[in-house]
């Protein structure tokens, strides 16, 4: 679609014209619409900790200029509870717009609508935007301080025997919901890499949360609209830990934040009455060992489906060497919201062909280096093991290459635990690679069966670059792919 942008000085877009027609809900084609919402530049912001900056996209078949809007957020879809209207205000500025006044509760979905006119033209409603508000802070403050955080952190890693290992653990809990509920949000992290669970199904689509900081100075945590994921009666909630960059190796020694991985869970929910209630990990909480005994940054991850406990975070388990969890302490003003730049599977490439080195290795070829885990389905019996050794480049033979890893194993392993069909990828670990080596693989493995899969924050691109250089467009293609392997939730070196 051919665009031409109008920039002010600062460089804030004004005005895109382009070829689309909207049509107006009368059934009229309009000329003038707004075509996207965004909030502190993204456009559906979950764990927002302050009243974000609001911008549009402004869409016409002619050159305009805006020269006024009207804004409005909402605590319900039909803008019938309005914490803020601007009326129409007389001003050029489509970006940087403030609600100056307005008041946020935590934990709650906001709705977002603007029109804007050009003196001759005034456009539609925009369609509905929406953020939804982490946890304010003591006394309901908004600040960019620390959330008022009640709930403990808890471990499944409760003596010494797991100071110096790293393997993965189970932790869970379950409370009661009587009545209809109308929202619920929850709010987790943890001391180590965590996926959350409500009701025996992974909440949200982000991998490796919650990052790497250094977590005695800053801790980022999750915000996610759980609404669907809960029910009547009695409910399950936990999660699956990792060492990850909090107690695993980084470099030439141990991460050693600390010595116990550990996650914790607020969970506020609003029910159709009127009525809130919040439910917290607390010392009624049990934990245990995971399938996954081993998980490393750089070395990869072992995953045995013999320890596998069906149905571990449904309330009904009744599976599972389940033991009380340990309270560890955590400095909890040192924990900020995150809510943008999520990390998850951005890309699926499947593999492109599957070959023999002159070696006699047999070897998986995706034909683009990036960082991610790959994704194998096989068919297999108790005790077979598909086990994979990713890497970046073959040799001036053609061979297999593994000096430039160094000490780093980059290998996913997993043992069938039944007679079945699995589709299985490595959870709390990520490679760079190119190709991967197959050490173990039950049958005959067929490029089909296996998938790359990259990982790397949230990032939309802002524009692309083609022209009739093949050697320049290549040199584009790895100025992306540099980025996209090196932006997994903090810039990385190589």
């Known amino acids: 679609m051919l665009f031409c942008e109008v920039c002010d000085h600062e460089g804030t877009e004004q005005l895109r014209y382009t070829k689309e027609i909207y049509v107006r809900k009368d059934g009229l084609k309009q000329m003038l619409a707004i075509k996207k919402i965004y909030m502190d ?20 078949d002619k050159n305009v200029k805006q020269k006024s809007y009207e804004l409005q957020i909402a605590k319900d879809a039909d803008f019938t509870d309005l914490i803020y209207n601007s009326g129409k205000t007389e001003s050029e500025e489509s970006a940087h717009v403030y609600a ?15 029109k804007a006119s050009d003196g001759q033209e005034e456009t539609d409603w925009s369609e509905t935007a929406s953020f939804v508000t982490a946890l304010a802070g003591k006394n309901g403050e908004w600040e960019e301080g620390a959330p008022a955080w009640k709930a403990p952190f808890v471990s499944a890693e409760t003596d010494d025997s797991y100071k110096n290992v790293s393997k993965g653990t189970y932790v869970r809990g379950t409370f009661e919901i009587k ?12 001391l180590g890499l965590y996926q959350f669970y409500l009701n025996g199904k992974k909440v949200g689509e982000d991998e490796m949360t919650p990052g790497w900081t250094s977590y005695r100075r800053h801790l980022l945590y999750q915000t996610y609209d759980v609404t669907e994921y809960l029910q009547k009666g009695i409910n399950g909630a936990g999660a699956m830990l990792a060492p990850g960059w909090y107690k695993g190796v980084m470099g030439l020694t141990k991460a050693r934040y600390g010595d116990q991985t550990a996650f914790t ?29 081993f998980a490393e940054i750089y070395d990869g991850e072992t995953y045995d489906a013999a320890l596998e406990i069906p149905d571990w975070s449904k309330a009904e388990t009744t599976k599972g060497d389940w033991k009380p969890v340990q309270l560890v ?11 943008a730049a999520k990390v998850r599977v951005m890309d699926r490439i499947p593999a492109k062909r599957i070959f023999k080195t002159p070696a006699g290795d047999t070897v998986i070829d995706f034909a683009q280096n990036m960082a991610g885990r790959i994704e194998v389905t096989a ?46 990828h490595p959870t709390f670990t990520y490679m760079g690679f190119q190709y991967a080596l197959i050490v173990s ?54």
């Open 41 to 60: 530049y993204e456009t559906a912001p979950v764990g927002v900790s302050h009243m974000p900056q609001f911008a549009w996209e402004l869409v016409s």
């Open 100 to 114: 100056e006044g307005a008041s946020l509760e935590s934990g709650k979905r906001y709705f977002v609508r603007a």
């Open 179 to 190: 009545k209809d509920i109308k929202e619920a949000y929850a709010f987790t992290t943890a």
């Open 265 to 293: 869970m607020e969970l506020l929910i609003r029910y159709t009455d009127g009525t809130t209630e919040s439910v917290y990990t607390d010392p009624s909480w049990k934990g245990c060992d995971s399938p996954v005994v």
């Open 329 to 339: 302490f955590f400095d909890t003003q040192v924990m900020r919201a995150q809510y």
């Open 379 to 424: 068919a297999g019996k108790p005790g077979d093991v598909i086990e994979l050794h990713c890497f970046e480049v073959l040799d001036k033979d053609g061979n297999v290459y593994l000096d430039n890893l160094r000490a780093a194993k980059a290998t996913m392993k997993y043992t069938f635990a039944r007679e079945e069909t699995v589709t299985w």
């Open 441 to 494: 693989y039950p049958g005959e493995p067929k490029a089909e069966n296996f998938t790359a899969c990259t990982l790397h924050s949230n990032m939309a691109s802002n524009g692309s670059l083609e022209c009739s250089n093949p050697l320049l467009n290549q040199l584009h293609h790895n100025f992306l792919w540099g980025l996209k392997s090196n932006f997994l939730d903090v810039p990385t070196d190589c």
